[in-house]
């Protein structure tokens, strides 16, 4: 079952604009993780915020984490056309540290 | 070691037969994930395994699939008499032990059923 949500489900943007994505989840967790995944390909892991933290800085990427409304989002600034692809929002909330997904957001930016 | 690599990358199969996929993880990496993902969807858990020791499978692993990670390090994922419905990514991944580490994802094995 997915645990999160995110929200769009698809977003299309010009070079150069920022592209915000939401994920909302259930239950509390350890650490929320963002992922990218380009069509046909694996995942590739992006950024991780603990429960504890509120914001997080890589590069273009900016995450934040609001425990109390259970939901994050992820802005990637100056976008590029190299960033188009699926992105994931994944709960760690167990002693096992399974991942549990979201459906990801859609990003196509255009050039 | 570059990363997480899965064998075969594709495999087209008739409906009933056995399939098997191998993951070879990052060599200093206890923990192993396979995952199911659908088109259009995201990554569906199905079992994990630290060393060779398989601590966890879903739900959605019914008695046809089987994995095994001998001696922890490469693992397969065997999944018999194949159903349409088995037609899907599956996708390994790994991690260390410390927490705060995200997953290294292989490129998967893309099965269709026919």
């Known amino acids: 079952s997915q645990q999160g949500e995110e929200d769009p489900q698809a977003l299309s943007i010009q070079e150069g604009e920022n592209a915000t994505m939401n994920c909302s989840y259930k239950t509390s967790i350890n650490n929320l993780q963002w992922y990218r995944q380009n069509s046909g390909r694996g995942l590739v892991h992006l950024i991780l915020i603990r429960s504890n933290e509120r914001e997080k800085h890589s590069g273009r990427l900016r995450v934040t984490l609001d425990t109390s409304k259970k939901s994050s989002s992820l802005l990637i600034t100056a976008s590029r056309a190299a960033d188009t692809a699926s992105y994931f929002c994944?709960?760690?909330?167990?002693?096992?540290?399974?991942?549990?997904f979201g459906s990801g957001t859609q990003l196509t930016v255009l050039p | 070691d570059t990363g997480v690599s899965q064998d075969p990358r594709h495999k087209i199969t008739k409906r009933g037969q056995n399939v098997t996929f191998r993951c070879d993880p990052i060599?200093?990496?206890?923990?192993l994930y396979w995952y199911r993902q659908t088109l259009g969807q995201g990554p569906e858990f199905l079992t994990y395994?630290?060393?060779?020791?398989?601590?966890?499978k879903s739900r959605l692993l019914s008695d046809r699939f089987s994995a095994e990670r001998p001696k922890g390090s490469f693992s397969t994922l065997e999944i018999q008499r194949t159903e349409q419905g088995d037609s899907a990514m599956y996708l390994c991944?790994?991690?260390?032990?410390?927490?705060?580490?995200?997953?290294?994802f292989g490129s998967g094995t893309r099965l269709t059923v026919v």
């Open positions: 395994f630290q060393n060779e020791a398989q601590l966890e």
């Open positions: 991944a790994s991690s260390p032990v410390r927490t705060g580490a995200g997953y290294t």
């Open positions: 994944a709960t760690d909330a167990g002693s096992a540290r399974q991942l549990t």
């Open positions: 060599s200093e990496h206890n923990r």
